[in-house]
């Protein structure tokens, strides 16, 4: 719908330009079209960048979506008692969601915006471990923060295949199993979020070397200039 395109166009634009394009478009409608145009939030600085990242480099988006899909069902499945890979999930999700942080973060960057990358970093794992899609997508207005394991309340653990014959020693074991299991995955979920803010804090570490070398740079091309004019 040609109203949509024009929606998603605002949130594709430079964040600066967002209020005057927006009640830009507004004019051009009427009725609810106009007071629904009117009401669009602008969004934050990390919420912007990572609708960047949606809009100008899809595959790094689209690739941490479906990592965050895969952890979250192996996460469900290990707590229904199924065999699950849950380490194999992690990994592929944390390298997914560098490579988005980083894109996301570069985006930014060419529209002279420097948004905090651990923000960016949880805001993308929210998204991409929440149970259902934000919808439409690349029209974030507002920073996420992951939910944890707590996001998974709610999920009932597999029953056990109810026999005539089970005792209740037996059923009192599976339950001491699947619980086993449950304690076994906030384990995994832990250490997992441990490794997620170390290769955060590293790439806010590289992000600050590489400011400062480029920093320093233009200021040598600077004094290179300036030698080179006293030089002629």
């Not at 990592?67 to 008692?81: D, K």
């Not at 969601?97 to 993308?124: F, K, M, Y």
């Amino acid at each position: 719908m040609p109203l949509e395109a024009d929606i998603d166009d605002l949130y594709k634009g430079p964040l600066g330009e967002f209020t005057a394009a927006r009640n830009a478009l507004a004019k051009t409608l009427g009725g609810d079209a106009a007071k629904r145009v009117k009401s669009l939030a602008k969004p934050t600085v990390v919420p912007w960048a990572v609708n960047q990242l949606y809009w100008h480099a899809r595959p790094a988006y689209t690739k941490l979506m479906a990592a965050g899909e895969a952890l979250r069902e192996a996460q469900i499945a290990a707590l229904g008692g199924k065999a699950a890979k849950v380490s194999k999930a992690a990994e592929a999700h944390r390298t997914a969601l560098a490579a988005a942080v980083r894109e996301t973060v570069r985006l930014a960057a060419e529209s002279d915006a420097h948004p905090n990358a651990d923000e960016i970093g949880r805001t993308l794992e929210s998204l991409s471990l929440a149970a259902e899609r934000q919808s439409p997508p690349g029209r974030l207005t507002e920073a996420l923060a992951p939910a944890g394991f707590e996001a998974l309340a709610g999920m009932k653990l597999a029953a056990p295949p109810a026999t005539p014959k089970a005792s209740a020693r037996a059923e009192r074991e599976k339950e001491a199993a699947v619980e086993a299991r449950r304690r076994e995955l906030q384990r995994e979920i832990a250490a997992a979020q441990r490794d997620l803010e170390r290769a955060q804090d590293a790439e806010t570490s590289a992000r600050e070397r590489l400011e400062r070398a480029t920093e320093e740079r233009r200021r040598a091309e600077t004094a290179l200039a300036a030698l080179n004019e006293q030089l002629q």
